[in-house]
């Protein structure tokens, strides 16, 4: 997968919630550029789709993500998320990057889908789950990109016409 495209990716967010979020390091900046993302994604009319864990243990998506979302988040109970996003790269932004996202993006790589995790917006209660998982995820053919990455190549080219509104995003 070299370059993300607007005509080939779906992003994924996994478990931004209530009860999880205060204990994630980073979780402010994580938040901000997961919000990011879904701005743009709903912008450039990328589909977008998001999971919740267990939400009558750790609660529901956090607002600030949640108002955003095109579509409520599915629950669940397992680690890894079974869904099926839709064809194309899945770029996947979330929580908690060593656990469910790392299941999630694990479980999809076995059957066979290019995923992009974006570094800058994926977390963990302790940093160095974090970098292992991101570690792990690139040993198994996973690109790890940033937002700003994801956001531009979906752009493409200065001259789309929504380039100034999601250039805006990252400023």
Do not use: Y
């Not at 680690?79 to 839709?86: N, Q, Y």
Request: include cysteine; aromatic fraction near 2%; hydrophobic fraction near 50%.
């Amino acid at each position: 997968m070299p370059l993300l495209s607007a005509d080939a990716s779906v992003l994924l967010v996994v478990d931004l919630q209530e009860r999880l979020m205060p204990a994630i390091a980073g979780a402010p900046a994580v938040l901000e550029n997961a919000g990011r993302l879904v701005r743009g994604a709903t912008r450039l009319g990328i589909d977008v789709c998001a999971t919740e864990q267990n939400p009558d243990g750790l609660g529901h998506t956090v607002d600030a993500v949640a108002e955003l979302l095109p579509t409520p988040a599915v629950a669940k109970t397992s680690f890894a998320a079974d869904v099926d996003p839709g064809p194309g790269t899945i770029v996947v932004a979330g929580c908690e990057a060593h656990v469910c996202v790392l299941q999630t993006v694990l479980a999809l790589r076995a059957r066979g889908r290019d995923v992009a995790v974006v570094a800058d917006a994926v977390g963990s209660r302790v940093e160095a789950n974090r970098d292992r998982a991101l570690e792990r995820l690139r040993a198994h053919g996973v690109d790890v990109v940033t937002t700003e990455m994801v956001l531009f190549e979906w752009l493409h080219d200065s001259d789309h016409p929504a380039f100034r509104e999601v250039q805006r995003l990252i400023r």
